[in-house]
């Protein structure tokens, strides 16, 4: 499959990450992913402001994660925050935070070029970050294109994977999309977190495809990670030193 930007298959866009964006939050960030843009802000852990969330949260004493998402997405909104609420929840320490706690992530998405659902993933867990949130691990979401070329032979043969696809490659005719977070990105021996499929039923031979792509894929988003909390705090580091130096 050729792909516009002249990427290899099993290759991912540029990203780019900006943590501490928004002041009136705990902790927040920009994920980009070529052309696409999530801007993430967490609040919490907090005590809920609302009674009916206090009550809908009475079963459990552990914190309580809630995503929320731009009213464009409605259409796909809960079955995306379902996800995101998994994921996230999965990754976070709750018993390092408040009992009957709510951290609240709010996603805002400025521009779409495909893989949208994996950059809110990395945009989440950045703020997280951000917000000082103990987690147990980096979740790392992999986008991947399957593209069936023929409609006489639907084999594996004839199947076309992409990771990371732009929009473009998204919407193309006899082609779904495939999400999967890879927990332990950093070690060798790594697992299959989660996975959401859009506009395909995906066969066990395609999952295991694009989970051998994602493995390969993963370590570099983590590695990315590790370099833009290093510079956070070497700017932090820095500002702190001219404050000493200016009094």
């Known amino acids: 499959m050729d792909r516009s930007d002249g990427r290899s298959a099993s290759s991912l866009r540029p990203l ?6 928004l002041r ?57 925050e379902v996800f995101l609420v998994n994921v996230l929840t999965s990754c976070i320490r709750l018993e390092s935070c408040p ?11 400025p521009s779409n070029d495909g893989s949208v659902l994996a950059a809110c993933v990395h945009a989440s867990v950045s703020a997280l970050m951000d917000a000082s949130v103990e987690l147990n ?17 639907n084999s ?23 999400t999967m977070v ?6 060798k021996c790594t697992q299959m977190g989660a996975i959401h499929t859009s506009g395909i039923r995906a066969t066990v031979q395609d999952i295991m495809k694009c989970w051998s792509m ?21 700017q932090h580091a820095q500002t702190l030193f001219a404050g000493v130096i200016n009094s």
């Open 137 to 153: 691990y980096l979740p790392v979401a992999i986008s991947c294109v399957i593209n069936t070329p023929t409609e006489t032979n």
């Open 99 to 109: 009992q009957h706690s709510i951290i609240q992530i709010v996603l805002q998405i």
């Open 182 to 187: 890879v927990v332990g990105a950093e070690e």
């Open 214 to 234: 994602a493995q390969q894929a993963a370590s570099a988003v983590t590695t990315f990670w590790r370099l833009a909390l290093t510079h956070k705090h070497k």
């Open 24 to 80: 009136d939050a705990n902790g927040s960030a920009v994920w980009k992913s070529g052309g696409t843009t999530v801007l993430a802000s967490c609040h919490g852990p907090t005590a809920p402001r609302q009674p009916q969330a206090l009550a809908d949260h009475t079963s459990t004493s552990d914190a309580l994660v809630q995503v929320l998402l731009p009213s464009s997405f409605r259409h796909i909104s809960y079955e995306w």
């Open 156 to 178: 594996d043969k004839q199947k076309e994977f992409c990771l990371d696809p732009t929009l473009v490659e998204e919407e193309q005719e006899k082609s779904g999309s495939l």
């Open 16 to 21: 780019s990450c900006e943590l501490s964006t």
